[in-house]
């Protein structure tokens, strides 16, 4: 159990697009889901928090206007690059997190490559 | 079977003691093998990157992939309180230097407590 899904797995866009990012949790509801962004052979950076039915919470530095998250149901996440430019380029993973457990579950990952 | 096998623990071992974490793995198409640490709600921070099988040695830290066997290992040597977090590994059938990482697969993570 606690399979988290993305979809796209690689999207390529021409700059000015905006790209959209699915998150599912396939077996289990999650209250929470995390986005991070990964730089070659960096650590994962946390983006944003969301929480079902309410609005996300930023970490600093990431802007909410150009980075939308939705967090409609307890199975699925969206996240929404607007007006991507080629430094929005990256590797962006979600993870999930059952109500009142410490453990997250990861997706695979999503390439966003931004010509 | 899940891909990628991790024992969630949670291991407590006492200060200065010698930590081995582990994981299984089925898909023998990975080749790429990672270590991240995660303290309580912060993102996971990448410890150790290995491509072969071998060992690779940093710090305290080393890392141990076995692809024959399909297990990877990290160890921590002196363990301190300060390494208390959950250890998540993760792997990869791809890699592109450029572009970073592709497709990861990560275990469940172990969580450690490293008493004084």
């Known amino acids: 159990g606690a399979v988290v899904s993305q979809h796209p797995s690689w999207v390529i866009c021409k700059s000015g697009t905006s790209v959209k990012i699915e998150c599912r949790s396939l077996d289990f509801q999650a209250t929470t889901m995390f986005w991070y962004r990964q730089f070659p052979k960096q650590s994962l950076m946390l983006m944003a928090t969301s929480n079902e039915g309410s609005k996300a919470t930023y970490e600093q530095g990431v802007e909410k206007d150009k980075f939308l998250i939705n967090h409609a149901s307890l199975t699925l996440s969206t996240l929404t690059v607007t007006s991507a430019h080629p430094e929005d380029s990256s590797f962006y993973i979600c993870?999930?997190?059952?109500?009142?457990?410490?453990?997250?579950?990861f997706g695979p990952g999503t390439r966003l490559l931004v010509l | 079977q899940k891909e990628v096998e991790q024992d969630p623990g949670p291991l407590s071992v006492p200060e200065g003691a010698i930590v081995s974490l582990n994981c299984t793995y089925s898909n023998s198409a990975f080749q790429y093998f990672m270590w991240y640490r995660q303290y309580s709600r912060k993102g996971p921070e990448l410890l150790m990157y290995?491509?072969?099988?071998g060992n690779k040695e940093d710090g305290r830290f080393t890392a141990q992939v076995d692809k024959s066997s399909k297990y990877i290992s990290l160890f921590i040597r002196d363990s301190q309180p300060s390494d208390s977090a959950t250890y998540l590994c993760?792997?990869?059938?791809?890699?592109?230097?450029?572009?970073?990482?592709?497709?990861?697969?990560f275990g469940k993570g172990t969580k450690l407590s490293v008493i004084p």
């Open positions: 993760a792997m990869s059938e791809f890699f592109d230097s450029g572009a970073g990482s592709y497709q990861l697969t």
């Open positions: 993870s999930a997190r059952l109500r009142d457990q410490e453990t997250q579950y």
């Open positions: 290995t491509y072969s099988s």
